[in-house]
């Protein structure tokens, strides 16, 4: 059996003296899609920022692709294959859609201060490289429409998608999105289990997302850990998550018969 991709031992993180995420274990094997779930406040995005080096563990281990990367900062994460999305927008607004695409594509580039300055040969092409993958991002996304508009003009759906793109364009390994689905209607949701499932499989990249969204929990992932005040209350595939009792009174707001 292969190692998984990203592994996380026992990982702890207070804020003073609140536990907002306790003895957090996982793995994620390449090429899947697994859940993060549990009621507002459980400690959801606070994992995804120590996965992301916003915040430094007070306890525990993250590896990735065997290497420890806990408490690196986030631009070495990124570096190292790990993108993700916000639960609360982080998009250039004053910017076009395309050049937010273009920015985070320049994490990847190899052309120094001289060449750009220059303009070298080397640079020019690396530039139309960039270029033309961040307009393939933006036909995958079905927002070539709005490549030179504005990104704070763009409907939110629209500016959940072009984040996803955004997060593509550093060439991940592993992508983490923080609630996707937030603010889209049904047609949206829909699109949007479809895109995922379609950038894992052209992209080859593993993806880790939490979400409120059931039918894209349930209809997506192929394994899912809730968790509540910080600590795990049940993990398995869809259908034991969805029927075990502590997640229904918890999560779902039920007690289990």
Not at 92 to 116: E, K, M, P, Q
Not at 223 to 247: M, Q, S, W, Y
Request: hydrophobic share 40%.
């Amino acid at each position: 059996m292969s190692a998984p991709l990203l592994k996380i031992e026992k990982l702890t993180h207070y804020f003073g003296g609140l536990k907002a995420v306790s003895d957090f274990n996982f793995e994620i094997p390449e090429g899947s899609i697994y859940g993060l779930i549990g009621p507002n406040g459980s400690g959801k995005t606070t994992t995804f920022n120590l996965i992301t080096g916003i915040y430094t563990p007070t306890e525990g281990k993250i590896s990735f692709q065997g290497h420890d990367i806990t408490g690196q900062k986030p631009f070495r994460i990124v570096h190292r294959g790990i993108a993700r999305t916000f639960q609360n927008l982080r998009i250039f607004g004053n910017l076009s859609a395309l050049d937010n695409i273009r920015i985070a594509r320049h994490y990847t580039t190899r052309s120094g201060l001289v060449s750009s300055i220059l303009r070298m040969p080397s640079f020019k092409a690396e530039e139309r490289q960039v270029r033309k993958e961040a307009l393939e991002l933006l036909d995958l996304m079905h927002l070539s429409h709005r490549a030179t508009e504005k990104a704070k003009n763009l409907p939110y759906g629209e500016l959940r998608r072009l984040e996803i793109a955004r997060a593509l364009a550093t060439k991940p390994r592993l992508i983490l999105l923080d609630e996707p689905a937030a603010g889209m209607n049904p047609k949206e949701v829909d699109d949007l289990m479809h895109l995922i499932l379609r950038i894992r499989n052209e992209f080859k990249v593993t993806v880790f997302l939490i979400e409120h969204h059931m039918k894209v929990v349930m209809g997506i992932c192929e394994r899912i850990k809730v968790i509540d005040f910080g600590e795990t209350i049940a993990e398995g595939l869809p259908e034991e998550v969805k029927n075990h009792p502590k997640v229904l009174e918890a999560y779902l707001g039920k007690r289990g018969a």
